[in-house]
C-alpha cells in the first residue's frame, strides 16, 4: 500500500515541480505571514525540519533564524529546485534530501520544531506523518503546522470540491475546530492558534509533545 502511495505522490509532486512557485506566487502574502508567525517560535540554535518541503518556499526563509534545517520531499525534482535555490542564494545551514513523511529517515528526539507547511489536509493518513514528528521531535519540541482548513465553511467547502476537479484534492477538509482537536487527539497540545481568513481560511497551530 505505501509503494503504492509513494509513486503517486512522487509522479503528482514530480509533474507539478516547476509550476509550483509560479502558482504560490499568488499566495506570497499570506505565505509571508505564516513565516512571520513560525519564525516567532523559533531559536537561534534550533535544528528543525521541514516536512514536504516542496521547493523549500519556507525552509529557505527559515534558515536564518535556526542553527541549521532539514528539508525533506517525497518528490525528487522538487527537491533538486529546492538544492539550486539554496546554492543560488549561497545558504549553509539547509540540507534538502528525498524522503517520506511517513517513514521520516531521522533518529528519534533530533528536532527541536517540526514544521508542516500546508501539507496535511492533501495526506491521506495524516495520523501516522503525525507520529512520526512527535517521535523526532525532542522532549520539548514544537510542531508548527499551518493548514487549510477546506471544511471550515460553505465557501471553503465548494472551493474545495473545485480544487479537486482539477487535480489539486484535499484528502481532509478540517474545519479551524476540527483540525485543533485532530492534532490534540494525536498526542500535542496546542499552545498557539491563529485563523487567517480567505476562501479557504487558514489555521496556523504551534503544539506541544504530550
Known sequence: ???IRQKRERDFWDFFARRYDSFMKNSSGLYGEILALIRQEL???FMILDL?????LLT???APHVKKVYGIDISPKMISLAEAKARLRNIGNVEFCVGDAYQIPFAAGAFDAVVIGNALHVMLQPERVLAEAHRVLKKDG????PTFCHGENYLSRISSFVMGLVGFKAFQRWS???????IENNRYQVI?????KGIIPLTYLAAGKV
Open 1 to 3: 500500500m505505501d509503494v
Open 60 to 62: 529557505l526563509e527559515l
Open 192 to 196: 498557539h492558534c491563529e485563523v487567517r
Open 142 to 145: 514544537l510542531l508548527l503546522v
Open 176 to 182: 479551524a475546530e476540527s483540525f485543533t482537536r485532530f
Open 43 to 45: 531559536q537561534p540554535d
Open 52 to 56: 514536504a518541503a516542496g521547493t523549500g
